[in-house]
């Protein structure tokens, strides 16, 4: 699934970025509500992992800035508010579920599923990804460049997958360090280049039909 956390509070982000990657989730992160909302609003999701407390606007109200703009991306909130007039309150408002801080992991994992099961989003749309040649199953763990198998790393699946979710979306270093590694990375590293050449080689990814392009000072983007 392609999940969005926002949440402001480092260790908590990091803790369900780590474990949500190795269940081969995609993982978007916002620290704040306005940005939240921005990339829910530009980007398609199948669920949004919702802090309330956040800085610049809260979860309840990007949640009720979602269901006024008529957006039904499924929302999970994620609160150290744990008063029932609060869990009613956030449900009320279009919420699909509502998990108290501190929480087990193994609990937010079960929600996931449960929500994804009740949105009935289908599981085919979100496990091969196919563009111009390049073929990536993820259930399979296995990429394909013309129907040849390309051996990846861990990392260089994760970006390719990242890349392949957002076609013609240019996508900063930022953006793709919080999809593939992770908030808590060090974002002076080169390490999206040094991982972009990789796949490329990997890929034959050439002129004139090269499909991983640069925009420079912006990112990347496939197309």
Do not use: C
Not at 213 to 221: A, C, D, E, Q
């Amino acid at each position: 699934m392609k999940i969005l956390l926002v949440e402001d509070e480092p260790n908590v982000a990091s803790l369900l970025h780590r474990n949500l990657l190795e269940l081969s989730h995609s993982i978007g992160i916002a620290t704040d509500g306005l940005m939240g909302l921005d990339l829910i609003l530009s980007q398609s999701y199948d669920l949004v992992l919702l802090d309330i407390m956040l800085p610049g606007m809260t979860g309840l109200e990007v949640l009720q800035e979602l269901k006024a703009r008529k957006n039904n991306t499924p929302v999970i909130l994620i609160t150290a508010l744990d008063t029932t007039d609060m869990v009613v309150k956030g449900l009320n408002l279009g919420a699909d579920d509502y998990i108290v801080k501190p929480f087990k992991i193994e609990e937010v994992v079960a929600r996931i599923e449960a929500v994804k099961r009740r949105t009935g989003r289908p599981r085919d749309e979100e496990e091969v990804y196919k563009f111009k040649g390049i073929e990536l199953d993820d259930l399979a763990k296995k990429v394909y460049k013309d129907s040849r198998e390309v051996k990846l790393t861990a990392t260089e699946f994760k970006l390719l997958k990242v890349l392949l979710q957002n076609i013609d979306r240019v996508l900063s270093r930022e953006n793709i360090l919080d999809m593939v590694w992770g908030v808590q990375y060090d974002l002076g590293t080169n390490v999206v280049d040094v991982y972009i050449n990789y796949l490329r080689k990997k890929l034959d990814d050439h002129k004139p039909d090269k499909i991983i392009h640069t925009v420079i000072g912006m990112g990347y983007v496939i197309r």
